[in-house]
């Protein structure tokens, strides 16, 4: 079955603490890993795509990263306003039109 | 044009009650999706339209929901005769066709919560 988990399920940080979210993967053929910031009572952001093992992408102090079975969304000198939950989503081979989604990263940071 | 709209933003109706919800994607996508999230949970798919064709749709969904997209633009979400545990927030995203994967990335509307009483 196909199936993304992602962990920690909440993450406390200080402010300026750099730290790492991991979304792992058991899937029938990857297409694409998405990630996106979620803020109380509001629909997902889009974040980030990523297509092959290999592939980094940036936008301010988040960079994704992709293997053959994780992806990695670091934080670097995370700040109060990036407190959100973060979830990894990805599509298949077959079905490239349909989200599958892990259950998401809390993340709180403290000033 | 400003991302995917939807409305309400919030609805609170009685148990039994029929209530509709209205998205409007971005002009450019084709491609139109219903998602439902409650509490602590990832999205969790309703159903999908391509232009006016509802493609696919979730096994999950009883026939009290039924979607609409009648000229391929905005689309609707009924729920008819609403019980306790259809409560949640619906979300609407819309996506290009795209090369193969590449460029369908989905984006999402701010939701309707809906709360059943």
């Known amino acids: 079955e196909d199936q993304v988990t992602q962990s920690p399920e909440a993450l406390r940080l200080q402010e300026g603490e750099s730290s790492s979210l991991n979304c792992s993967y058991t899937v029938s053929g990857l297409r694409g890993l998405f990630w996106y910031r979620q803020d109380p009572g509001k629909g997902p952001e889009f974040l980030f795509t990523?297509?092959?093992?290999?592939e980094e992408k940036e936008k301010e102090r988040l960079k994704a990263t992709l293997t053959k079975k994780e992806s990695f969304l670091h934080i670097t000198a995370p700040k109060p306003e990036d407190s959100a939950t973060y979830l990894c989503?990805?599509?298949?081979?077959?079905?490239?039109?349909?989200?599958?989604w892990g259950l998401g990263t809390s993340l709180a940071v403290n000033p | 044009d400003t991302g995917v709209s939807q409305d309400p933003r919030h609805k609170i109706t009685k148990r039994g009650q029929n209530v509709t919800f209205r998205c409007d994607p971005i002009?450019?996508?084709?491609?139109l999706y219903w998602y439902r999230q409650t509490l602590g949970q990832g999205p969790e798919f309703l159903t999908y339209?391509?232009?006016?064709?509802?493609?696919?749709k979730s096994r999950l969904l009883s026939d009290r929901f039924s979607a609409e997209r009648p000229k391929g633009s905005f689309s609707t979400l009924e729920i008819q005769r609403t019980e306790q545990g259809d409560s949640a927030m619906y979300l609407c995203?819309?996506?290009?066709?795209?090369?193969?994967?590449?460029?369908?990335?989905?984006?999402f509307g701010q939701g309707t919560r809906l709360t059943v009483v």
């Open positions: 989503a990805v599509t298949i081979a077959g079905n490239n039109r349909k989200l599958i």
């Open positions: 339209f391509q232009n006016e064709a509802q493609l696919e």
């Open positions: 990523l297509y092959s093992a290999g």
């Open positions: 002009s450019e996508h084709n491609r």
């Open positions: 995203a819309s996506s290009r066709q795209g090369q193969g994967a590449k460029g369908t990335e989905a984006f």
